[in-house]
């Protein structure tokens, strides 16, 4: 079963840096457009960041110069680096993966599972 595992959150303090991973389970994700999206309580997911499948990088305004999307191919994983981080960071991190006919590993309008929580804090 093809699934996506997210981890490497926590609490940091403002100005802190945390490492996020999202883990391809079950398929190679180096096929695949990787996003990394957001969600706070209430609101609507929120784009972060998005890796194609030609590596290039898109960010949202809100974190761009102090993000960074990769790729580590053996290790089947997508990582998003977060620094300077604020507390209007503070959110559960998710991921979310699309291959070349459009189909998502997750349907947009599911759960998506715990992901990863960051709160920033002091």
């Known amino acids: 079963q093809e699934r996506l595992v997210e981890s490497g959150g926590g609490l940091v303090q403002p100005g802190g840096s945390l490492r996020l991973s999202c883990k391809g389970l079950?398929?190679?994700?180096?096929?695949?457009?990787v996003t990394w999206y957001r969600q706070t309580p209430g609101k609507e997911r929120e784009l972060v960041a998005e890796?194609?499948?030609?590596?290039?990088?898109e960010y949202a305004d809100s974190v761009r110069g102090r993000a960074t999307i990769s790729r580590d191919l053996a290790e089947n994983t997508v990582y998003l680096q977060m620094r300077s981080l604020k507390p209007e960071d503070t959110a559960v991190y998710y991921c979310?993966?699309?291959?070349?006919?459009?189909?998502?590993?997750?349907?947009?309008?599911?759960?998506w599972g715990q992901g990863t929580q960051v709160t920033v804090s002091s």
């Open positions: 979310n993966a699309k291959n070349v006919f459009g189909n998502s590993i997750r349907a947009p309008s599911a759960s």
């Open positions: 890796i194609s499948r030609q590596d290039s990088k």
């Open positions: 079950g398929f190679t994700l180096v096929t695949y457009v």
